[in-house]
């Protein structure tokens, strides 16, 4: 009797040891990755976009925008080396469109928040990158559009003022 049960032990023990090592796995990590002199010089680290006076009754609907204003961030001493770049603008997002950047904590205007879109007209969303641009040896503009976005079909009208930091990765 005493044989059967240290069979069974054994038998036991060595399954547990047997069965271990099936979930042992091995496998390969793989790092690759360019290594450039030097990027572009953002030569325009501080831009300044002015909306101007807009009128309230131009907001009538959430998802209504103000009239286009024209942005750029200008880069020089671009090697040729580095041939495009995306922009991802890192501001907060409003509450109820995370696309949008919320209004800065000075603003006493409200259900607003600001939309980037890029060159080609597509909506840039915030903390996002925007699609590559093609950059040249040398200076080039990378073009934006803001506008005023509203959240909600009522908006209190005041002043707007925000900002964000943008991160530019160059490839």
Excluded: H, W
């Excluded at 059967?4 to 390969?28: M, Q």
């Excluded at 001493?77 to 907060?92: L, R, W």
């Amino acid at each position: 009797m005493k044989g059967k049960y240290l069979a069974l032990r054994l038998c036991v023990i060595g399954g547990v040891l047997i069965s271990s090592s099936v979930f042992a796995s091995d496998g390969t990590i793989n790092f690759t990755g360019t290594v450039t002199e030097t990027a572009c010089t953002v030569s325009s680290s501080t831009v300044a976009v002015a909306f101007g006076t807009i009128a309230s009754s131009s907001f009538s609907a959430a998802g209504d925008v103000a009239a286009p204003t024209q942005f750029a961030i200008s880069l020089t001493d671009c090697p040729a080396s580095v041939t495009s770049a995306t922009v991802k603008f890192d501001g907060t997002a409003d509450t109820t469109n995370s696309s949008l950047l919320a209004l800065g904590s000075s603003s006493t205007a409200a259900g607003l928040g600001v939309a980037i879109y890029d060159n080609t007209g597509t909506l840039v969303p915030a903390a996002t990158a925007s699609s590559a641009y093609t950059l040249a040896t040398g200076s080039n503009s990378l073009d934006f559009v803001a506008r005023l976005m509203s959240t909600s079909a009522t908006i209190t009208a005041g002043t707007v003022a925000t900002s964000t930091d943008f991160t530019i990765a160059y490839d």
